[in-house]
Nanobody, 128 residues
């Protein structure tokens, strides 16, 4: 069964950090580009960051550049999103999604409809 599962969300104070994890089952993430998206209450889902199948290639939205870092551990079949300096504006449900490397578009910000597989989301709440 092909599946993506996110974890690592929770409640954190402003200025705090969280590391989100996205683990794949049923396929190998090393041949997939992975994107992180988020949806805040009352807002449309937006792209946050993505990591290519090409070593060292990644993209992050201006709103998170310098605070969020995407990385992958192919041995663990996981992709991470390290989030530092969190603010209340980062409160959202975060989703990971995967697209086969052969279909990676290299268009940034990444387009939701390009992605084949999606996780169920993990809630991140930043509040004092």
């Amino acid at each position: 069964q092909v599946q993506l599962v996110e974890s690592g969300g929770g409640l954190v104070q402003p200025g705090g950090s969280l590391r989100l994890s996205c683990v794949a089952s049923g396929f190998s993430l090393d041949s997939y580009a992975v994107g992180w998206f988020r949806q805040a209450p009352g807002k449309e889902r937006e792209a946050v960051s993505c990591i290519s199948t090409i070593d060292g290639m990644s993209w992050s939205a201006d709103s998170v550049t310098g605070r969020f870092t995407v990385s992958r551990d192919n041995a663990q079949n996981r992709v991470y999103l390290q989030m530092n300096g969190l603010t209340p504006e980062d409160t959202a449900v975060f989703f990971c999604a995967a697209i086969a490397g052969s279909r990676e578009s290299y268009v940034y910000p990444p387009r939701e409809y390009d992605y084949e597989y999606w996780g169920q989301g993990t809630q991140v709440t930043v509040s004092s």
